[in-house]
């Protein structure tokens, strides 16, 4: 029996986003809230590995109180315990701030209950792209971290014992990690799911637990959110734009002189 | 941490296979200027096996200093190796800046290393100075997918740490026989404790070297489709460079991730942009709109890309394309 936990975020959608420019705030207003990608493909592998190997999955989050809608969705995945963590304390936690929060949950949920096997991160978030909340919380757990994860080979549970694909630059490294590893999932590591009705059903019923700052989790004030956040944003603006050149339009000009006008641009950047 | 620093400036010398990614000399150069802000100096970390003969290259890019940790374990890049050998320097040589390269290697290697010293980290900086009057780094990133950017600072915590993207700053000149001071530092490193081991490898049949390319031809949603990309291909080939993507092109299935330009994709600055069919979305000019010359082919006048073009058609590139690719044949004599 795997016993699995899933660590995921509530984004907003970044496809859909405007930013009011004179304030260079984002607009929340309209903005729909999803899974993040990447925690979906870790959400879809972790209900695979659940299929194979039986087992129990543990989805967590830290986020405002509408972020129990994601962790509904996960029900979808699913998931068999669903945790909330929020808190007006937790706001505006940059990333060290975030790895102490959810590590501090993840220890106290392994000592009342036990222990995980396999710790399941999304490579990155999409509203914030940077990767480093898998790698932190792996520190504070005191376990190696696989990132950029595309495929698990192997699982052996009686070797304790891990084959994992991972991209690099260069190409795909073959992996043996000893168990409990914390995996961050690229998108090809586990693909979306159609759940049947009735879990689906069940979702819309299921409600998280949920932890506040106040215990029974023992969080250091200090270490929490802006409070524990070592970085401050100084300053925000909208960037400059690169001044407009010349403009052709193909009907007036004719699509010879519009290529001889390319052709001129390359010989003089000496590429042609 | 916390504390007094060395007011020394940090370049982690990403290295693979004995060779040094050209990014960590970027980083010397832009290390340099901002050493001389602070009357600090320039030093490089350089962790591995066997690796003491590329310290020469480390100096000869800028570094005053380096320091080196050489171990067995350290023969190939391993998250866990590599993160507590360079927090363990960092804890005993105090740096002020520790700057990382924003490459899969150094962004996986930033996240550990920064939670072991307890410091603040800003992932995929495009900008780095000195304040003038706080002396602290102001590390500016592109946010939200690029509507705006962010100027960070760690103004408590030490090191400040930033992974930098490549493609940013200029290669500095480099000086041949500059010596400096090599500085080994002992790190006990076990096989149990590390947890990780490569047992095999699978090299990608031909690395796309978008980020190097003189000349991008890049297709965007308006290409339609994997038909449209080969004509890419082909223009992009008589010109010796390199197809680009936007993401929605990507995502379309059309063309890999390797090929993507933009926020979450690469960062480029060839000397000529050709952007085909590419509305020019924040996220991918974010990734582009520092090359030299920007040509961009779109049916929409109302394009973005337009804004940023230093040549811009408005019509049709199933047109312009295969025109400009006989023109250019007719130009090199082939065909």
Known sequence: ??????????????????????????????VPAIINPYDVSALALACRLKRTYGGRITVITMGPPQARLALKE??????????????RKFAGADTLATSYTLAQAIKYLEKMDKPFDLFLFGKQAIDGDTAQVGPGVAARLNIPVVTYTIKIEDLDLEKRRIIVHRKTEKGIEILSARLPVLLTCEKEAGHPILSPFSTILEAQKTEPEVFSADGPIPYEPQHLGLKGSPTRVHRVYTPELKKQGKILYLEEVGVENAVEEIVKILKEKGVL | MRGESTKEVWVYIEQEDKVIHPVSFELLGRARILAEDLEGKVAGVLLGYEVLDLTSEVFAYGADKVYLVSHKALSYYRHRAYAKALSEVAKQYKPEILLLP??????????GVATL??????????ELSIDKTT?????????YGGNIMATIICPEHLPQMATVRPRIFPIPEKVEGKI???IEVKVELSEEEIGVERIGFIPKEKTVKIDLAEVIVAGGKGIGGKEGFSKLFELAKLLNGEVGASRLAVEAGWISYEHQVGQTGKTVRPKVYLAVGISGAIQHRAGMQNSDCIISINIDPKADIFKISDLGIVGDWKKVIPALIERIKKEKGVG
């Open chain 1, 1 to 30: 029996m795997l016993n699995l936990l899933v660590s995921v975020k509530q984004v907003p959608d970044t496809t859909n986003i405007r930013i009011n420019l004179e304030t260079g705030t984002l607009i929340r207003e309209g």
């Open chain 1, 74 to 87: 996960a029900v979808e995945y699913f998931a068999d315990r669903i945790i909330l963590l929020t808190d």
């Open chain 2, 102 to 111: 924003a490459t899969p290697h150094g962004r996986d290697l930033a996240g």
């Open chain 2, 117 to 126: 010293l307890e410091t603040g980290l800003t992932a995929d900086v495009t």
């Open chain 2, 135 to 143: 002396k602290k780094l102001l590390m500016t990133r592109p946010a």
């Open chain 2, 180 to 182: 400096g001071e090599i």
